[in-house]
């Protein structure tokens, strides 16, 4: 069994051209694509996660990721072209939508004008709670959802949303107010029980009429 790595043209050459200078220009070639050339490089596709950001650029470049941006992050860029088969493969319909925003905001999502009551052929992104960093990240977003969606679908917005965490605090008073009406019928007798104690005392008075005169000495 012969090796990838060992293999080279020279050697195996048919005997129609086994002969130079075609056996020159074939060593040749097996020196100068044994500097670039990598076995470990032959599969990619379940190492994209490991590789530099060179690698993930060619192979965006291979496989036509649309919207694809050098100076996006690195974990954005191997999201794309990761994704990029299965968008392609679903291009027009929702679901390629969908991928394609999630690229960028992974926790988004579409919902389409009769699950929010919009117009027919609308659609909108929505639920995205990642930061929003600017202009620039809505005009990436919106790019990649036209290379993603059909002619005749049209975005009706982009929502962003925020929590706010505070506390509350409420205060308030209630009171209550009640109304009694007694009415009390005398026209009947009333027989009460009573324990009566009676006390008795004597005073005794004593009236006396003093008779004074007085003179001109006294004012």
């Not at 005392?201 to 006294?218: G, P, R």
Request: net charge neutral.
């Amino acid at each position: 069994m012969i090796l990838d790595s060992k293999y080279t043209s020279a050697e195996h050459l048919p005997s129609s051209i086994d002969r130079e200078p075609v056996k020159s220009l074939a060593k040749t070639w097996d020196d100068m694509l044994a500097e670039f050339m990598n076995t470990n490089t032959l599969l990619l596709w379940s190492s994209i996660d490991t590789e530099p950001e060179t690698v993930i650029d060619h192979l965006a470049y291979q496989l036509h990721v649309d919207d694809y941006d050098s100076g996006l992050p690195i974990e954005t860029k191997r999201e794309m072209v990761k994704n990029s088969i299965d968008i392609h493969r679903h291009k027009g319909t929702p679901y390629a939508v969908e991928r394609a925003v999630q690229t960028i905001y992974s926790d988004s999502k579409i919902e389409e004008w009769f699950e929010y009551g919009g117009k027919p052929y609308y659609f909108k992104v929505t639920l995205i709670t990642a930061p929003l960093r600017g202009e620039t990240d809505i005009a990436k977003l919106v790019r990649a959802i036209n290379a993603a969606k059909n002619v005749r679908s049209w975005l009706d917005g982009i929502e962003f949303i925020r929590r706010i965490n505070f506390n509350k605090y409420f205060a308030g008073w209630c009171g209550v107010s009640r109304k009694v009406n007694i009415k009390c019928d005398f026209t009947n007798a009333w027989r009460i029980n009573l324990n009566t104690h009676v006390t008795s005392y004597t005073v005794e008075s004593k009236k006396t009429k003093i008779n004074v005169a007085l003179d001109n000495s006294v004012r």
